[in-house]
């Protein structure tokens, strides 16, 4: 399962901070990995798990559901031998057909009904998966720009952001300072040791916009 995607794809993914510039006229410039700080935050990592643990119970239910389905399937089998069978009566064969056909419907209702409650819930959990994920990187966003604040920057740009054609915004930054690994330090400072995501672990990646319609 990855239904998060990378953000940003027509502007700079990051705080682009405007200040005075410095007294010499040169601008004071800074650079941070976005991805990585909301990858490497343990909220994202508290947020992943409470995800997947949902994802889990609806598994279940629709393993509940298939499983019924299934035992439906299996007395079908056995109707239709039954039907097949030239030793039954003819009235005998007409009350198993008039079983198979209600048990046909009603297998054919059941899938339905676990189709349609198998895609409204997994919607509803991708909605509610992007929007957390997104008040999640609101919240680094301002963080990075309180920084940027306090230390004076003129800009701040994301070296993780990607174009449309997936080819980086940043392709070169002259005396740039990288602000990732001490921003990261801020956001996991009160981390559970629990919570910080496990070396190896795949990482959610900074949910994309919702496409215009």
């Not at 995607?5 to 040169?26: C, H, N, P, V």
């Not at 990585?36 to 409470?50: G, I, P, S």
Request: charged fraction near 30%; aromatic fraction near 6%; avoid cysteine.
């Amino acid at each position: 399962m990855r239904i998060i995607r990378r953000f940003l794809a027509t502007a700079l993914a990051a705080a682009l901070i405007t200040t005075a510039a410095a007294q010499d006229g040169r601008l004071n410039i800074a650079t941070v990995d976005m991805q990585e700080l909301f990858k490497q935050y343990y909220r994202t990592n508290e947020a992943q798990k409470q995800i997947n643990v949902e994802r889990a119970r609806i598994q279940k239910d629709n393993n509940e559901r298939l499983s019924r389905i299934r035992d439906l399937e299996e007395s079908l089998g056995n109707l239709r031998k039954q039907l097949e069978d030239p030793s039954i009566s003819d009235s005998k064969k007409q009350s198993l057909f008039k079983d198979w056909q209600m048990q046909q419907q009603e297998g054919i209702a059941l899938d339905r009904e676990r189709r349609e409650f198998l895609q409204r819930r997994n919607q509803a959990l991708n909605e509610k998966m992007v929007q957390r994920m997104k008040g999640i990187l609101e919240e680094i966003r301002k963080l990075v720009e309180e920084q940027a604040k306090v230390d004076n920057y003129d800009y701040v740009f994301d070296k993780s952001g990607l174009s449309t054609s997936q080819v980086p915004f940043l392709l070169y930054t002259k005396d740039a300072t990288d602000i990732t690994a001490g921003l990261l330090k801020q956001l996991n400072k009160d981390a559970p040791a629990d919570s910080l995501p496990a070396a190896g672990e795949t990482a959610p990646e900074i949910p994309a916009p919702a496409p215009v319609e």
